[in-house]
């Protein structure tokens, strides 16, 4: 991200906020609190900005990567503007159900590399997916590496950042999208998988996979038939994959 996409110091954080500026995450130092701190605190849980409490010498580490060409008074804490907009996923389903259309959602479960991130973007957008929905704690930073791999894909395709993405999975279940998890194991061929209808595709990190929790809530489990000897896809190309397949049966 450039410079100019971070903020350093407690009060200009606070203007930023009070301007109506979305921040991406903020950076507090651990143990550290004021009036100040207090009252970023307050707007951020009001406008659900993510804040991650760091030691001192990883917010020395962002501060010397992030002020190259200024002075960098950071005061225990550093902002990072959202260079995108994020959308209300309830919002987002009552548009694309009152347009008539079927719901095509990709869910995104520890998908942290920024790389990955914009290439799934890209391929979201460029197939049809109606928006990218993403937990607001442990999701890869949407900064300008993220847009410039989505080849700027991430200024078209709606992006719904959520709390809990538990809570996300039930909403959507409860509005008629059935949730499908990708895997590798005991999971259907995703040729065999009725895309036809409202869905959402749940996608897991590169390590660790889906979360067994969010597992649970799936209605079904997909997997990409492979024929050579490597054990998995990127992530990115998976999703590619998946939501092409997705359009080719609706458009059947």
């Known amino acids: 991200m450039d410079d100019h996409f971070c903020i350093f110091g407690r009060k200009p954080i606070i203007e930023a906020m009070k301007a109506g500026k979305r921040f991406d995450k903020i950076l507090l130092l651990k143990g550290i609190t004021s009036d100040e701190i207090k009252e970023i605190q307050g707007i951020a849980r009001q406008t659900e900005t993510p804040i991650q409490h760091v030691p001192k010498e990883k917010?020395?580490?962002?501060?010397?990567?992030?002020?190259?060409?200024?002075?960098?008074?950071?005061?225990?804490?550093?902002?990072?503007?959202?260079?995108?907009?994020?959308?209300?996923?309830?919002?987002?389903?009552?548009?694309?159900?009152?347009?008539?259309g079927t719901p095509l959602?990709?869910?995104?479960?520890?998908?942290?590399?920024?790389?990955?991130?914009?290439?799934?973007?890209?391929?979201?957008?460029?197939?049809?997916?109606?928006?990218?929905?993403?937990?607001?704690?442990?999701?890869?930073?949407i900064n300008a590496?993220?847009?410039?791999?989505?080849?700027?894909?991430?200024?078209?395709?709606?992006?719904?950042?959520?709390?809990?993405?538990?809570?996300?999975?039930?909403?959507?279940?409860?509005?008629?999208?059935?949730?499908?998890?990708?895997?590798?194991?005991?999971?259907t061929d995703i040729f065999k998988a009725d895309f036809s209808v409202p869905c959402a595709i749940v996608l897991g990190s590169e390590g660790e996979g889906i979360s067994a929790e969010i597992m649970k809530l799936c209605d079904e489990r997909i997997m990409i038939p492979m024929q050579g000897v490597t054990e998995s896809l990127n992530v990115s190309v998976s999703a590619g994959i998946v939501l092409y397949e997705v359009g080719k049966q609706r458009k059947k």
């Open 145 to 187: 590496e993220a847009m410039k791999t989505s080849a700027g894909a991430l200024n078209t395709i709606l992006v719904c950042r959520e709390k809990s993405l538990v809570n996300a999975i039930r909403f959507l279940k409860d509005n008629g999208i059935r949730i499908f998890g990708t895997d590798s194991n005991k999971a």
């Open 59 to 100: 917010l020395e580490a962002v501060a010397k990567k992030y002020s190259k060409h200024r002075d960098a008074n950071h005061q225990g804490i550093i902002g990072f503007l959202s260079i995108i907009d994020y959308y209300s996923l309830d919002d987002t389903l009552h548009k694309v159900y009152a347009q008539g």
């Open 105 to 141: 959602f990709l869910v995104l479960d520890g998908v942290t590399d920024v790389g990955n991130f914009g290439a799934i973007a890209r391929s979201a957008e460029c197939l049809g997916a109606d928006a990218i929905i993403v937990p607001s704690q442990g999701s890869a930073q």
